[in-house]
């Protein structure tokens, strides 16, 4: 089996490789000339250069693959038209190049995410027939890419994955939380009473192969998570074992969060990168409950992870501090 990965020297990404790999697929990776490899190396994968907001250098990239999985994405923009440009349009370019060029493929797998969806306010976990209900930029264009896929699911055999939070090795979005607590301190913004779903990355490139690989998959849309959900104190306190420390529980006003947010956004002109705390990022953290259910990928799909959130945790601690990220 053959298998195009875009997006394979992210996070989500290399890892979805390594899974490809082990299960004895033949995987490219779709990269781009200024790419840092280093997930990718000593793994058995072909890179195809191209980029999914360049069209014309997809056709040879999805030619005689029998499966593309499409994980490539924005999680920090400058813009919202950043957002767009990748999530949406270069959803829209993928989906197109399969159309055109391998006509014969048996199945397109878009990595979406649970912010396309929207938050669960009542703390319900959200089902794959809830209204979505984005409340940033980077979950409108996600949800506009599950659109896209929607509108080539006459043509092409799609399949949607919806990731609750991701977290484990080679993270650096929740990584933030592991630098606070190491440093003895457990940061609460929002809710006290937040509840989060979360899945370990391992877990989730289990989930996206089986949506590639089961038939019923066809057509379908399913959140990735693991099954219990936990308030995000609770979490913190997971990362605080898992690290042997006993930090202090600041609860940081959302107003101070808003201002740091600005602050962030307007130094990363000068950096010419995308700020960690954004504004859009915000108007996620200050959600009363992010949490979805795990009903259809288990009773479809058979999908079990194999991680509990404290031994997700631990591994990624584990992780962090073999490599140096955390001291």
């Not at 504004?279 to 058979?302: F, M, N, Y």
């Amino acid at each position: 089996m053959k298998a195009l990965v875009t997006g394979g020297t992210g996070f989500v990404g290399s890892h979805l490789a390594e899974a490809l790999v082990a299960r004895g697929y033949e995987v490219h990776c779709l990269v781009r000339k200024t790419s840092d490899l280093k997930w990718l190396q000593g793994l058995n994968v072909q890179l195809v250069y191209g980029s999914v907001t360049d069209a014309e250098s997809l056709a040879a990239a999805v030619r005689e693959k029998d499966c593309v999985f499409h994980a490539a994405g924005l999680t920090k923009a400058r813009s919202p038209a950043e957002f767009f440009a990748v999530n949406a349009g270069g959803t829209r370019n993928v989906l197109a190049a399969c159309k055109e060029h391998n006509r014969t493929i048996r199945r397109v797998v878009y990595i979406s995410s649970q912010a396309a969806a929207g938050p669960s306010p009542d703390g319900v976990p959200l089902t794959e027939e809830s209204p979505c209900r984005p409340v940033s930029n980077y979950g409108r264009s996600k949800l506009e890419g599950e659109q896209a896929a929607a509108q080539y699911a006459c043509d092409l055999p799609v399949t949607i994955v919806r990731p609750s939070a991701v977290f484990g090795p080679r993270d650096r979005d929740v990584f933030f939380v592991f630098q606070f607590v190491n440093r003895g301190i457990l940061p609460l913004v929002g809710s006290r009473d937040m509840r989060v779903s979360l899945i370990h990355v391992r877990d989730l490139a289990t989930a996206i192969v089986l949506a590639g690989e089961r038939p019923e998959a066809v057509g379908q849309t399913y959140f990735a998570a693991n099954p219990e959900p936990c308030r995000w104190v609770e979490a913190g306190e997971m990362v605080a074992a898992a690290l042997g420390k006993k930090p202090r529980r600041v609860r940081i006003p959302i107003f101070v969060v808003w201002l740091v947010a600005a602050v962030a956004r307007g130094t990363s002109v000068f950096r010419r990168s995308p700020p960690l705390l954004s504004p859009d990022k915000v108007r996620e953290l200050k959600q009363a409950h992010w949490v979805c259910s795990t009903a259809k990928i288990a009773t479809t799909l058979g999908f079990k992870p194999q991680f509990s959130l404290e031994e997700g945790l631990r591994d990624t601690a584990r992780w962090y501090k073999e490599n140096g990220w955390l001291k």
